[in-house]
C-alpha cells in the first residue's frame, strides 16, 4: 500500500459539514478522501430536531445515512478514513497532510469540516448533563420542555453572551409557557449595577422583574439529575434547592476541538482565529443572530484553495446550515479545480 494518496479533495471533519462537502464534491467525479476522527460536538445528544426528515432521529443515525450514501453511490472516488489528520501544510499547488497512521495526503484542495468545541462553567455535574437536561438552543431542544418549570443559567465570564441569552429568553423562549421561570446567576449580585453588569441584564432588569422571572443570585454548588430521572436537582450556596426538568446555558466560549486545534494555524489560514475560535471568511461581522454569521458569504478562507464549513467557521450553524455550508464548499472546491485545470490547457 502506498503511503502517500494524492487527491484532487481532501476533506477533515465527518461531521453534517463534512459529509454534506463530500457528497457534493462526488457528484464531479473527482477523487476525494475524508477523514473523520469522531468526536462530533453533539456527542450524546439521544435525538436530534429541524433536521428535515429527520425529526426526532438520533444523530448517529443520520451520519451513519450519510456515510452508506457515500459508500453505495460514490466509493469509485470517494474513500472514507475513521481516523485523524495530525497535520496539514500548503505545499506546491496544493496542501500536504499526514494522518496518526503515518500516511501522508497530497491534495489539491481541502475542506476544513472539524467542528468547534463547546467551553461549559466549571459547574458541577454541567459536563455530565450537557445536550440531556441542560440544553443550549430552543430549536434543537426547547419545545420538549414546554409548560413546566424551566431555569436561564447565566455565567460570570461572558457578559455578551449573557445579553444574547437574555435576548432570547424574551423573544423566543416565552411561547413554551414555562411554568416557573428561574434565572440563576451563580454569584452575580444583580442588585447591584455591576452585578446586572456582567449578567447582561442592564437593559432588561425592570422587564424581566416586571415579567415574574425568579431571580437566584447564590453560588450554584452542584446540577444532578434526581434519582427518579425526572428532574434536575440544583443546589446552591446560599439558597434553597430548586427542581426543574430542564436548563438553558450558553457556552462561555467555543475553541477548535483538540483534534482540530494543531492544524488551525495562522500560518496555514493566513489568518487568526475569530475570538469564537472560528476560521475568519475573507469578509467577517456579526450576521443577524449576534454570532459571525451563519452561513458566510461563502466557505472561503483567506487562502485560496482552503475552505471551511459547518461549526469550524460559524459557530450558530445547526445541521441544516451545516449541510448547506458542506455543499457550497464542495461545490466551490470543484469550480476551483475547474479554474485551474482551464488555467494550464
Ligand atoms: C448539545 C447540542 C445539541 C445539538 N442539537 C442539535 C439539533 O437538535 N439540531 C441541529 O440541527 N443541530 C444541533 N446541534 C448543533 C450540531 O451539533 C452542529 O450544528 C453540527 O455538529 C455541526 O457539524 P460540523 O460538521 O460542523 O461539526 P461536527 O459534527 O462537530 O463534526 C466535526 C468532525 O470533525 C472531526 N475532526 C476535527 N478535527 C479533525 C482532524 N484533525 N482529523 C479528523 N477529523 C477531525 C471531529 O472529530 C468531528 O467528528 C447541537 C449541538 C449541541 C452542542
Not at 459508500?71 to 495530525?86: A, F, M, P, V, W
Not at 426547547?142 to 453572551?161: D, I, Q, R, V
Request: one cysteine or more; a negative charge.
Amino acid at each position: 500500500m502506498s503511503l502517500v494518496t494524492m487527491v484532487d479533495l481532501l476533506v477533515i471533519g465527518g461531521g453534517p459539514a463534512g459529509l454534506s462537502a463530500a457528497l457534493t464534491f462526488s457528484r464531479l467525479k473527482r477523487s476525494c478522501v475524508l477523514y473523520d476522527s469522531g468526536l462530533y460536538r453533539n456527542a450524546g445528544v439521544a435525538h436530534s430536531h429541524t433536521i428535515s426528515g429527520f425529526e426526532n432521529a438520533d444523530p448517529d443515525d443520520f451520519r451513519s445515512k450519510m456515510r452508506q450514501d457515500l459508500k453505495d453511490y460514490y466509493s469509485d472516488t470517494l474513500e472514507y478514513r475513521k481516523g485523524l489528520i495530525t497535520s496539514l501544510k500548503k505545499s506546491d499547488g496544493g496542501f500536504k497532510a499526514s494522518d496518526d497512521q503515518g500516511r501522508d495526503v497530497v491534495a489539491r484542495k481541502v475542506v476544513l469540516a472539524t467542528g468547534l468545541k463547546d467551553h461549559l462553567p466549571d459547574i458541577e455535574g454541567v459536563t455530565e448533563q450537557w445536550g440531556k437536561r441542560i440544553i443550549h438552543c430552543i430549536f434543537c431542544h426547547g419545545t420538549e420542555t414546554a409548560n413546566l418549570p424551566f431555569a436561564f443559567l447565566f455565567t460570570k465570564s461572558n457578559s455578551y453572551m449573557n445579553a444574547r441569552l437574555v435576548d432570547t429568553m424574551l423573544k423566543l423562549w416565552r411561547s413554551l409557557k414555562h411554568t416557573d421561570r428561574y434565572i440563576l446567576t451563580d454569584g452575580m449580585d444583580v442588585e447591584t449595577e455591576q452585578g446586572r453588569k456582567d449578567a447582561g441584564l442592564e437593559e432588561q432588569y425592570d422587564l424581566i422583574k416586571k415579567l415574574g422571572y425568579k431571580i437566584v443570585s447564590s453560588k450554584i454548588t452542584s446540577v444532578k439529575e434526581n434519582s427518579e430521572k425526572t428532574s434536575l436537582e440544583i443546589k446552591f450556596d446560599n439558597h434553597d434547592p430548586i427542581s426543574v426538568p430542564n436548563m438553558l446555558l450558553f457556552p462561555e466560549r467555543f475553541t477548535p476541538s483538540s483534534d482540530a486545534a494543531p492544524l488551525l494555524t495562522e500560518e496555514l489560514l493566513g489568518a487568526q482565529l475569530q475570538a469564537w475560535g472560528t476560521i475568519a471568511p475573507p469578509s467577517s461581522g456579526l450576521g443577524a443572530s449576534g454570532m459571525p454569521p451563519r452561513m458566510g458569504d461563502d466557505p472561503k478562507t483567506n487562502v485560496r484553495g482552503l475552505f471551511w464549513a459547518g461549526n469550524s467557521g460559524s459557530a450558530a450553524a445547526n445541521y441544516t446550515i451545516s449541510l448547506a455550508q458542506g455543499q457550497a464548499a464542495g461545490g466551490m472546491a470543484g469550480d476551483q479545480l475547474g479554474e485551474d485545470d482551464l488555467a494550464k490547457l
